[in-house]
Antibody, heavy 119, light 107 residues
Framework: QVTLRESGPALVKPTQTLTLTCTFS??????????MSWIRQPPGKALEWLAL???????YYSTSLRTRLTISKDISKNQVVLTMTNMDPIDTATYYC???????????WGQGTMVTVSS | DIQMTQSPSSLSASVGDRVTITCRAS??????LAWYQQKPGKVPKLLLY???RLESGVPSRFSGSGSGTDYTLTISGLQPEDFATYYC?????????FGPGTKVDIK
């Protein structure tokens, strides 16, 4: 059974750095053509794609956020980590970790973790 | 970046209706398109990938078509559980952009 679980702070202050961890099971990110992404969704708004990392450690970022984002993986821990610097209240959203089985559609989503940015 | 648009942004329909949602990419994406369904308070669910390939377990009333820049999601015979927001997403190149969503509600 494939599971994804996001973890991280529920509340961060403006200008702080957010670090989110996705811990997964049931597959390996070292498997060829496996990818994982982070997506966010502000309350009542649309999905916004943030970043992707693949089995070969290639990384891709949202153009508008690329200067603030870093995605990384730890194969031994079955984790993918997203850091976002200089957080702002507009970054308040539910952040989802997701798996892309063959680096195409997202077939498995985590339950999401709500992050509020407020002083 | 490839920009994705969807139309309409919302629609009202009745159970049993045939519903069509359109997704347009700012450049050709060679069928590298996925459709998702999201219900309020729930995680998105993959419906189709490669524009027209039905994800396992998804009812056959959902279908997808299109090519180049223009794609459609069709629900043939809307069911009560289909009232939701639908998103398209391209994975052809670069940032994997989502469309803004189409909300389908009850007429």
């Amino acid at each position: 059974q494939v599971t994804l679980r996001e973890s991280g702070p529920a509340l961060v202050k403006p200008t702080q750095t957010l670090t989110l961890t996705c811990t997964f099971s049931g597959f390996s990110l070292s498997t060829s053509e496996m990818c994982m992404s982070w997506i966010r969704q502000p309350p009542g708004k649309a999905l916004e794609w943030l970043a992707l990392i693949n089995w070969d450690d290639d990384k891709y970022y949202s153009t508008s956020l690329r200067t603030r984002l870093t995605i990384s993986k730890d194969i031994s821990k079955n984790q993918v980590v997203l850091t976002m610097t200089n957080m702002d209240p507009i970054d308040t959203a539910t952040y989802y970790c997701a798996r892309l089985r063959t680096c195409d559609g997202i077939d498995i989503w985590g339950q999401g973790t709500m992050v509020t940015v407020s002083s | 970046d490839i920009q994705m648009t969807q139309s309409p942004s919302s629609l009202s329909a009745s159970v049993g209706d045939r519903v069509t949602i359109t997704c347009r990419a700012s450049q050709g994406i060679s069928n590298s398109l996925a459709w998702y369904q999201q219900k309020p308070g729930k995680v998105p669910k993959l419906l189709l990938y490669a524009a027209s390939r039905l994800e396992s377990g998804v009812p056959s009333r959902f279908s997808g078509s299109g090519s180049g820049t223009d794609y459609t999601l069709t629900i043939s015979g809307l069911q009560p559980e289909d009232f939701a927001t639908y998103y398209c997403q391209q994975y052809y190149t670069g940032p994997r952009t989502f469309g803004p969503g189409t909300k389908v509600d009850i007429k």
